[in-house]
């Protein structure tokens, strides 16, 4: 009965003959196959291009740079301003009182909070928008209003929102309000003013 295997090396010089030509051609597997993993990101740049698609996405979030977003329309300008309530034993407000953005540019606010207790706090925040039309163009990326927060005593903290208005938002509106009621859990709430925000105009200025 035959075999396809190779005979088996006799002899020291034999051995030293077939270790050489057996490392060799791992050598070459290794070069082969980092050559082929090295072409693939070329390859892969030039799918993108040609496909249109890009899955690696960068964001601003406290001043660092951000990918051009294509759909940014630079021609039009939105004052977007900024208002705190704490229905709680804490202090509560944003780090500005406004700033303007460009539909569909990402934008990041800072809201900061501090715990003058002696004890822990659990708190949570509701958004309100002037106007009241503008809320479903209020797109946020990242915002602490999405789950209670926890305060230690005598704790303060930054908490930052990422949003981005969204460019079909009505070229009328000129000026969005965006408000947090931030309200310690388990004590009573009050009304969040939502009637004094959306009394407000919508092309105000």
Known sequence: MSTN??????GDADDKRYNRGMMLRLLVIVVVMFAFGYALVPLYKKICEITGINV????????TSAAKNTQVDTSR????????????????????????VHPGEMATIVYEVANGQDRDISAQ?????APKQATQYF???ECFCFKQQTLKAKEGREMPVVFVIDPDLPKDVKNITLSYTFFEIGSPVAQ????????????GG
């Open 125 to 129: 925040a509701i958004p309100s928008y």
């Open 56 to 63: 690696v996405t960068t964001r601003e979030l406290y001043g």
């Open 77 to 100: 300008t939105v004052t977007v301003e900024f208002d705190s309530n704490a229905r709680g034993p804490f202090a509560f407000r944003p780090v500005r009182n406004s700033m303007e």
């Open 5 to 10: 295997m190779p005979p088996a090396p006799s």
């Open 139 to 141: 797109k946020k990326l």
């Open 192 to 203: 969040t003013p939502q009637g004094r925000l959306e009394d407000k105009p919508a092309g």
